[in-house]
């Protein structure tokens, strides 16, 4: 049995292996790059498979090199999203060959990589490559074997203080990622105790056409996922029926009962639901609730790849962020490099946004102002800076002032300065 560690921040292939006994996975799929070090300070696995888009305190090549001086003995296998030239030459200096696109990746191209005796050789890729054979997307003619291209997804929890709107940027971030790409998105509402996503979206709380015995106030998609999972009943395509679809966007419909908050909902049932939506969905936005005190808050940040953390600029809402992040830091053990920054309802007299990212020591990605009818540029600024959605060129940028202005394009050349084009991207 070969020892298998998996580090994608996604467990499909994790889960995948685990079905067949020549492989020993040695734990659950790890979401980034800390985790990998503390689990090879007790394991020695033979075969270390990594995500180019782990998070962590590394940039992606250097992360790789620790992990090899880690454990010199293993074979990495690499899956990128893209990858330059110079990393690429740097990574297979250090013998490190298996490296791959997650675009055309497929299951069986990894299962290949770790069933192979002997290494590859630098001599054999560079020959796989001037063949076009490297990384090619294999046709398999065996009627049994699974081909399943590799996914990734982003799972973005929001969190902060009571009342700074959490709720509000996780359907409006939603609806504008929606809106800019082609993703498959799942926004649940995991605030176990005051659920009201379905308010804001002008949905219905209870799925259609589901008929399961609960109590009318406990009716919601939180709610019945629960039931099925308790009663062993529930996967990925019973999911498909008891989200609320409303354009593009799927959602989970959120809890307000009590006695559902105490004595229904719990970590194992928030698993199993996480599970079954990676399995089909490219981002998942998790919005929580703010009461420090439900395992489904703490569950959040701990599974999250990204937490958006959102505050207002006032003094108070500045002094209970800080108490707040301290539970997630010291209490939680939550890693702070996952943790960026929104300051919603911006206001004029508030403190300035280079006091509070220095203040609460994490770094700003938005600014929503306050009473300001028209936010969608300032939710397109914030899946920008987080990579979303692709960066403005100056062209779209002058087009953008042209279009807020009313001006020629030839006016416009002679007054836009650098903070203008900044403001509009």
């Not at 003995?73 to 690429?88: N, Q």
Request: glycine share 4%.
């Amino acid at each position: 049995m070969k020892k298998i560690l998996t580090a994608l921040g996604n467990p499909t292939l994790n889960n995948e292996l685990k079905k067949y006994e020549k492989y020993d996975v040695v734990c659950d799929d790890l979401q980034y790059q800390e985790a990998v070090f503390d689990v090879l300070e007790s394991e020695s696995p033979e075969v270390i498979i990594l995500s180019g888009l782990l998070q962590g305190q590394f940039e992606f090549n250097e992360f790789v090199l620790e992990v090899k001086k880690k454990d010199v003995g293993a074979r990495i296998i690499i899956i990128v999203d893209e990858i330059d030239e110079e990393t690429k030459n740097l990574l297979m200096a250090k013998g490190i060959f298996d490296i791959f696109n997650d675009n055309q990746i497929t299951m069986q191209d990894v299962f290949d990589a770790i069933d192979r005796e002997e290494p590859l050789s630098r001599v054999n890729i560079l020959r796989e490559a001037e063949n076009e054979k490297y990384v090619a997307q294999k046709v398999f003619e065996e009627k049994e074997t699974k081909i399943c291209v590799m996914q990734k997804q982003e799972v973005i929890a929001i969190s902060g203080i009571n009342g700074a709107g959490k709720s509000t940027i996780a359907a409006n971030l939603a609806k504008c990622l929606a809106k800019k790409s082609d993703a498959k998105i799942l926004l649940i509402d995991l605030d176990t105790l005051n659920g009201n996503i379905d308010e804001l979206l002008g949905i219905n709380k209870i799925p259609e056409n589901v008929e399961i015995l609960i109590d009318e106030d406990k009716k919601c998609g939180l709610n019945y996922i629960a039931d099925l999972i308790s009663k062993n009943r529930f996967d990925t395509n019973v999911l498909e029926e008891l989200v609320i679809k409303t354009g593009k966007i799927d959602v989970i419909t959120g809890n307000t009962s009590v006695h559902s908050c105490q004595n229904v909902l719990n970590e194992e049932c928030y698993k199993k639901l996480i599970e079954s939506a990676k399995e089909k969905y490219d981002f998942i936005i998790i919005d929580t609730s703010s009461n420090i005190f439900l395992d489904s808050t703490k569950w959040a940040m701990q599974v999250a790849n990204r937490i958006l953390f959102v505050t207002e600029d006032s003094y108070i809402s500045v002094k209970k962020a800080t108490q707040f992040l301290y539970v997630l830091e010291e209490l939680w053990n939550i890693w702070k490099g996952k943790i960026e920054l929104v300051i919603n309802k911006e206001n004029k007299s508030g403190i300035e946004y280079e006091t509070i990212e220095k203040i609460l020591g994490i770094k700003l990605i938005g600014r929503i102002k306050q009473n300001f009818q028209d936010n969608e540029s300032e939710y397109e600024s914030i899946l920008r800076n987080i990579r979303y959605i692709p960066k403005l060129t100056i062209n779209e940028r002058l087009e953008k002032i042209k279009e807020l202005f009313c001006l020629k394009r030839d006016d416009l050349s002679q007054i836009v300065s650098k903070g203008e084009l900044e403001h509009a991207n």
